[in-house]
């Protein structure tokens, strides 16, 4: 197999982008030119010292990393074991969404992209993509479910401040598929000048080894962080919370072959995984192919996909990055699940036991707590993906 | 030979070559559509497999796919409707979808009853030729079906000559790269049949997106062996009159010289 990387294992992925049996690139013609060019390309850039150096300086001066490791005292006492929160949350934006909106705006110059488009579910991805753009002095346009405009009202408001276009997606469910399908589409109308800066490990082969690169950041830090702390580089246990998958993606990430660490991820089970309201696509999905890559995917037995739920905008998504799908099926990650009311359980727990408001995805991710056995001697490292800002009115009317 | 090779053999010049989504606008009426279709002069059908997330088409198409999906159509029901169909329409007939649902349907069990019920090809845009290469060429040969791949203005000489000698049946000329039913900037698109025109390719060619009436189809015809007519037609029967009727005004109002402007 012709393999273009220098750190190659199986979860890496191969030429054609698979991860073992999921990825590669299923595009349309009109849009191969953009992909070929990005693929051929993204190494190169990414492997060079003057855009490394402009990535490490924008991640430092700009987003305000490193983001602290931060020892759950109270937390760590409840549930009898370690826990540390990799605080993503203080991200510039909120959330882990700007690292690799900060890379991908990089790419974009390089490549001559003058036009930036974007979906988003939470609006987290869209304000990181607006927060860039304005940066740069780029065109921003964000594709936003209909739906979720309406849930995430105060992150449209951030966008439109920042000079962003946010153009609401009114077909299907409304939410994050239709938005990342109205953002192809555009790509396709214009094909010359714009560049798509998808926001999690999804898409077309390269997205999500690209994606899944600048966010690796957080495993990095993670490492030399829970080193100082412990004098061990490795936890025992990971947990992200997962809709396409970039956070996890990036906590998972340098610890992929390291198979003492535990990783461990958690969607969206909606109102119950058998409700026929959930976007637990690990439970519930099967191979198919959306926007661009093979992956588990909720769809009926005619391969129509099927409508995702989740109270959070950002998990509520049908399918999962093919890098998930692989660490799912060969069983290096444990695929859990979190319903609405348990996430906003945890949401309320962390906020009253550590001072920490967590954004609905991100309480996916703390639920889990509750579900398994720790000990003392565990060192369990969770991503804090995101603040709670976004979600106070849900908070509000749900929590009263 | 197929239908299909057969068409391009006796026509090589104005191939009308219809889209219509299965299942619309009535789940029954796909047959009815076909046979309005050969009666009133079409040389070729594209028949569309309803999908959630058609990504390379615009909101026409789009609505009369969901529409479709919501009347009950699947790969499975249409199957059962195109069982016999071949003892009313002698037109070739191609299918065009995506691959998630025929992936789920099991790629060889499609093709092989598609080919049992009479179709003669495949466009299927999201399957790219890295894929179709390594994967599925041989099963569409050994069911004897065209496989026809889309070209658009950016796609370079090289892969133009590669998908010529990978396609039978027909290549689908992309008028620019657009979404179905966009609007077209005229200049571009002749400058680009222009140089496909030069290229001498071994495979006739069709232009789609953005064809909706006699000009369009005129302007395509000029540098090609025809063209592909899908939204225009669709938007015509969301008119809701009959479609036997809906269907001559449309196709008349492209062909007939007679009742230029």
Same mark, same amino acid.
């Given at each position: 197999m012709n393999k273009s990387t220098n750190s190659i294992s199986e979860f890496h992925p191969d030429h054609h982008g698979y991860y073992g049996m999921f990825g590669g690139a299923f595009i349309p013609e009109m849009l191969y030119r953009n992909v070929e060019e990005l693929r051929t390309q993204y190494l190169q850039h990414m492997n060079d010292a003057s855009f490394q150096k402009d990535f490490q300086d924008l991640l430092r001066d700009? *987003?305000?990393?490193?983001?602290p490791l931060f020892y759950a005292k109270r937390l760590s006492e409840k549930y009898g074991t370690q826990i540390w929160l990799k605080r993503e949350d203080l991200c510039h934006t909120g959330a882990h969404k700007v690292n690799n909106t900060v890379g991908q705006i990089l790419m974009a110059e390089r490549l001559g992209k003058k036009r930036i488009i974007a979906e988003t579910g939470a609006g987290q991805h869209g304000v990181a993509t607006a927060t860039v753009c304005a940066l740069k002095g780029l065109e921003c346009i964000v594709y936003m479910g209909e739906k979720d405009m309406q849930r995430q009202a105060p992150n449209v408001a951030r966008m439109r401040m920042m000079g962003a276009k946010v153009v609401p997606a009114? %077909?299907? %469910?409304?939410?994050l598929k239709d938005a990342t399908n109205e953002a192809i589409r555009d790509w396709i109308n214009h094909p010359e000048d714009t560049h798509y800066i998808i926001g999690s490990v999804v898409g077309p082969h390269p997205y999500p080894d690209m994606v899944a690169r600048f966010q690796s950041v957080i495993s990095e830090e993670i490492k030399w962080q829970l080193k100082d702390a412990t004098g061990n580089e490795e936890p025992t246990h990971v947990i992200a919370c997962v809709g396409g998958g970039s956070n996890a993606a990036g906590a998972f990430y340098h610890f992929l072959? %390291? *198979? %003492?660490v535990e990783l461990i991820a958690v969607e969206a089970a909606g109102e119950g995984v058998d409700s026929g309201k959930s976007a637990a696509t690990t439970a519930l999905g099967t191979p198919g192919i959306l926007h661009g890559s093979k992956s588990l995917l909720m769809q009926t037995a005619d391969g129509q996909v099927v409508e995702p739920h989740s109270i959070s905008a950002g998990l509520d998504y049908p399918g999962i990055g093919p890098l998930h799908a692989h660490l799912h099926t060969s069983k290096r990650g444990k695929y859990l699940h979190a319903t609405d009311e348990e996430a906003l359980e945890a949401a309320s727990e962390l906020s009253r036991t550590e001072g920490i408001i967590p954004a609905l995805e991100t309480a996916h991710a703390f639920a889990v707590l509750k579900k398994m056995q720790w000990k003392p001697s565990d060192r369990v490292v969770i991503c804090l993906s995101g603040r709670g800002d976004k979600d106070l009115a849900t908070y509000m009317e749900k929590l009263k | 030979m197929n239908r299909l090779e057969n068409l391009f053999q006796n026509k090589s010049k104005r191939v009308l070559n219809m889209y219509c989504t299965a299942g619309f606008p009535e789940l029954n009426s796909t047959l009815e559509v076909m046979r309005s279709l050969q009666r009133h002069g079409a040389d070729l059908i594209e028949l569309g497999m309803p999908y !959630? +997330?058609?990504?390379? +088409?615009?909101p026409v198409i789009q609505e009369s796919s969901a529409k479709a999906i919501a009347n009950g159509m699947t790969i499975q029901v249409l199957f059962e409707q195109l069982k016999n169909f071949r003892n009313e329409i002698s037109l070739p007939v191609i299918l065009m979808g995506y691959m998630n649902p025929v992936l789920q349907y099991g790629f060889e069990k499609f093709c092989a009853d598609a080919a049992a019920c009479g179709i003669d090809g495949l466009i299927l845009p999201d399957l790219p030729e890295y894929e179709y290469e390594k994967f599925y060429a041989p099963i569409l040969k050994q069911n004897n079906l065209s496989f026809t791949f889309l070209i658009t203005p950016e796609t370079s000489a090289e892969r133009i000559q590669k998908f010529d000698a990978l396609s039978s049946g027909f290549l689908y000329?992309? !008028?620019? !790269?657009?979404?179905?039913g966009s609007q077209q900037n005229n200049d571009g698109v002749e400058a680009y049949l222009k140089r496909l025109q030069s290229m001498k390719l071994n495979n006739p060619a069709l232009v789609g997106f953005g064809i909706k009436d006699k000009a369009s189809f005129n302007r395509a015809c000029t540098y090609t062996n025809g063209a592909i007519i899908g939204t225009a037609y669709i938007q015509a029967l969301n008119q809701g009159k009959s479609i036997d009727e809906t269907t001559h005004v449309f196709i008349t109002s492209i062909t007939n010289n007679q009742y230029l402007f």
């Open positions: 700009f *987003v305000g990393r490193p983001t009114t %077909s299907g %469910s409304k939410t072959e %390291s *198979v %003492s | !959630s +997330d058609p990504l390379a +088409d615009g000329a992309v !008028s620019s !790269s657009a979404t179905t």
